[in-house]
């Protein structure tokens, strides 16, 4: 499985950027799939994943201004982020697992494929 995160870039605070992550075979569809971020001198951070069933999570700090989403057709995963704040500083990874995830909030430890990640700056 490999995993190509793309479109970070540099936006104001109170903007919106969204990201993608390109995956190989049919990933998107059947796995878990995952945002994770990490802002500089911190550990990994979970954003959002997404199951095969489309069930749906998010960490606290992004409900209701981040969006997770996927285009099976494309094998793509997406984050669409919105009302950005400089705390969303950080590298975004994607990530894959082809099992379930049971805890509310995954680990970085659940999660067996990576991506190399994509760099949002959010200026204040």
């Known amino acids: 499985v490999q995993l190509q995160a793309s479109g970070g870039g540099l936006v104001q605070a109170g903007g919106h950027l969204r990201i993608s992550c390109a995956a190989s075979?049919?990933?998107?569809?059947?796995?878990?799939m995952a945002w994770f971020r990490q802002a500089p001198g911190r550990d990994h951070e979970f954003v959002s994943s997404v199951d095969w069933s489309g069930s749906i999570r998010y960490a606290d700090s992004v409900k209701g201004r981040f969006a997770v989403s996927r285009d099976n057709a494309k094998n793509t995963l997406y984050l669409q982020m919105n009302s950005l704040e400089s705390d969303d500083t950080a590298v975004y990874y994607c990530?894959?697992?082809?099992?379930?995830?049971?805890?509310?909030?995954?680990?970085?430890?659940?999660?067996?494929?990576w991506g190399q990640g994509t760099l949002v700056t959010v200026s204040s």
């Open positions: 990530a894959a697992q082809f099992t379930g995830i049971r805890r509310s909030e995954p680990k970085r430890s659940d999660f067996t494929y």
């Open positions: 075979r049919r990933t998107v569809r059947s796995y878990t």
